[in-house]
């Protein structure tokens, strides 16, 4: 069982009109390192970077205790290391970012052929997790039913109607996390 969580970043995009391509550069790696560091504070592990998505993993491959809120006190970490990162800079458009959390079981191992093989997960935890972020606004935290259960009493929610999401035969429960500040769990 573990926790998965994509955190999209957007507006690099529209910046990359407007900057010369070394300062996007630049600044898409400051906010990998931000993220990096709040991950990492988390217990979290970075299984990859897709573009400017990251794939986080808790409590895989090493578990570890409050998956599900260590990955929501990360996200909202995250969400106002945007907000800051925009207040501090003078960006010619503000960067965003929407995240998708989803807790379950999962398939982990080393996937690839010859030397360029990875560990990583696979599923539907990790399926739901990723449409989840696809479905999220810039700023919104989606998470799936099973993180909400397991965090449901320690943050503040928002309820959704069920959306329909690709590969799903029946429409998902929503729960978006409206809490601001991360809170502290010794559970």
Known sequence: IATVMFADISGFTAMSEKMDPEEVTMLMNECFEMMNSIIERNEGVVDKYIGDCAMVLFGVPTAIENAPHKAINTAIEIRNGFVELNKKKALPSPLGVHIG???????????????????????????????????????????????YQAARNDFEFKEHKPINLKGKEKPVPVYEVISEEEKIHQR
């Open 101 to 147: 959390i989803n807790t379950g079981n999962v398939l982990s191992g080393l996937v690839g052929a010859g030397d360029k093989k990875d560990f990583t997960v696979m599923g539907d935890t990790v399926n739901l997790a990723s449409r989840l972020e696809s479905a999220a606004e810039i700023g919104q935290i989606y998470i799936g039913p099973e993180t």
